[in-house]
């Protein structure tokens, strides 16, 4: 089955992928999943449907692609490393490697190994041996000799006793199995952990793995982008890094002894011109800001004006820490210096006839007048854009009839914009007799939307309007950023796990918002209590259990939820809402769906949870099924859409 089949993917760059674990350091093009957040290397995704490999040449090993909601169980037969979403198998012989080992060049024989005096061969079959090299006792894939009957790792085999190193020219270092316990047990170049092979000088405590004996970084560098003149590799030294204003998260700096300067071997391909999600305008890196106290615009925290930093030529009192500025989730890893600077107009949405009346995009036909707030007590105003109630807010409606109403700050929705979660141009696009399901918030709506040029995006227009910084009321002292998350992180406001929040960058609060939670209506109507407005509560004010008036459960104080002042009742907020937020005025028979207010006596039975639906609504599609909630729905019509097809 194709990755396409299983995620909804879309174009964009990232760092570590979720295919082959690669990519920490180096932002690369792939793709994005808009429901989990996953991203995959594009080389990942047009990796071939079959391979034939040395080590299991008995059968060609199929391409497995594992959905995003199913966990991935087991290991690498070669690297014995955990395998990810995207890996080859056998499914006769129950074989399996990652995608890394499966392209990596077989060598079948080590025709002069350096560690033995005659050839060795693959066994290409997993067989328990021990190293003659390293004496570890491992079940793996040995390099034979026929010879003298001994066995060895591939590393082992090839390594030499003794090593003149480029980085470390003042001794040669020895080859060790075992690490001693005087040192840190890491490689002093790339930080790893030291395992049962690597090189070491015991006079100067330096230690580097085989990967970075075997790949030592260059010595001279010319025409870096951090620096005009030459740099040359320092290893072990403690420092400040004069890019980027850190010092020692890397002790092997490059320097220019001239200027006196040095930088991180990271830091020295500095983009010069970047766009972040953080700021409206390009900012540029400058190897110094001018004198003055300067605060970061992402993390808050001073910047030393001696040391390179971002800043807007625009904004002449915003600057980022270089870190800060490239991190993941703040740029996508594209640097724009030779890229014309995108010119998207945020076209109005309407054209002004006189003061208090326009002419909408979407309603030509009449003009629309701006009134300062509704009828408390009229339930059947529902707003055409964002399809929530119009209680207190201004709105407009049209002059002539009763066909058109829209808040004011739906009104004045910009007709193209660049959306805040995918970077991407955007059209606002007016309501169509369909249910549409939001990439964003992950839930079907009516009403207006944001979409992409290419169709890919949709967004509801509630979440489309959300923009960086956002501000919420329920967390005042810190703007509130988009990021994403592998499922560590719960919301603040339910409790739930999700891929992509609103989230404070302060360590102390560690605040986040799912994005649903976010657009909730701060105040809304229920039944149960027709006389007053609920208001949407952040906490509970006493220390009481509080419960649900509508379902009649214990409610959480730690989670948001709907309360009356007046009569002081509490309610669980999809209890008020619902989980299916639609709006009971909009029905499309014609299209087999049908919003129905849940106030019958007798409560219908869900199709998808096979249980009494207590929300406010309820959905009823081709004549026959109801169903309660988002989930119940993605269920149901999966499963009635396999069967009509079939």
Known sequence: MSIFDLYLLYPTRGLKCDACNLGTNNYSDGYRCFRSGLFFHKECINSNRDVLSLY???????????????????????????????????????????????????????????????RLSLVPNMIMFTCHICEVLDDRFPYACNICDLKFHKDCAESTPELNYSCHPKHPLKRLTRVPSYIDGKCCLCGSKLHNLF?????????????????????????????????????????????????????????????????HRNCIDIPRIIKINRHIHRIKYNHCLTPGDWTCGVCQKKISWTCGAYSCSKCPDFAIHMRCATRFGIWDGTEVEDILEDTIDHLKSYEVIEEGVIKYFSHEKHNLKLREEGDANDECMWCEACTYPIFCSPFYDCMECDDFIIHQKCANLPRKKIDSFYKMPMNLVPSVDQLNFCQACQNYFQGFMYRSDDGMVVLDVRCGSISEPFVHESHPNHSLYISYSTGDKFCNACGDKATMFLSCDCEECEFALDIKCSVLPKMVKHKNDKDHFLTLCYEGKTKEQYWCDICEEDLNQENWFYSCDHCDITFHVKCTLGDLWLNPDFNYKLYGFEVIPNNSVSRPVCAGCDSRCRFPFTLKFTGYYTVCSVQCFSRVYTVTSKDSAS
């Open 199 to 263: 090189y070491h000088c015991s006079i100067c405590d330096f230690s580097v793995d085989v990967d970075c004996a075997e790949n030592p970084p260059l010595f001279t560098l010319v025409h870096p982008k951090a620096h005009v003149h030459p740099l040359t590799f320092l290893p072990q030294r403690i420092f400040v890094c004069n890019a980027c204003g850190i010092m020692d998260d890397d002790p092997n700096p490059y320097v220019c002894l001239q200027c006196n300067f040095m930088v």
């Open 56 to 118: 299991h040449p008995q059968h060609p090993l199929d391409l497995k692609v594992v959905a995003e909601n199913e966990d991935v169980h087991g290991e690498c037969k070669l690297c014995r490393g955990n395998l990810l979403k995207m890996y080859y198998h056998c499914s006769i012989c129950d074989f399996t490697i990652d995608l890394l080992c499966a392209k990596k060049e077989v060598m079948v024989t080590i025709e002069s190994p350096k560690s033995h005096e005659h």
